[in-house]
């Protein structure tokens, strides 16, 4: 997922959710990050109200094939694909 605030995006993972928290590993950030949800917003302590973008279901196949495609390496080719 992709994490916005103040204009900055940063690459994210969710590690869990439970209820108004969500534990995220925000690149760049050495420490996990808890972000609370209030009136319907996202806020991180840290920077405020924050947005999160999630992949289409039309994006997710894409990019697994070419992540598939950069660990087969060069001279390597993908035999059949999920």
């Known amino acids: ?30 420490d996990t990050v808890e972000l609370g949800l ?15 973008e999630f992949l289409s279901a039309a994006e997710i196949p894409m990019m697994i094939s070419e992540a598939a495609g950069r660990r087969l390496g060069p001279g390597h080719q993908r035999v059949a694909t999920v």
């Open 38 to 52: 209030k009136d319907g917003q996202w806020y991180w302590e840290e920077a405020g109200l924050v947005s999160l």
């Open 1 to 30: 997922m992709i994490i916005r605030h103040d204009g900055a995006l940063k690459d994210a993972q969710i590690l869990s959710r439970a209820g108004a928290r969500m534990r995220v590993a925000i690149e760049g950030c050495e």
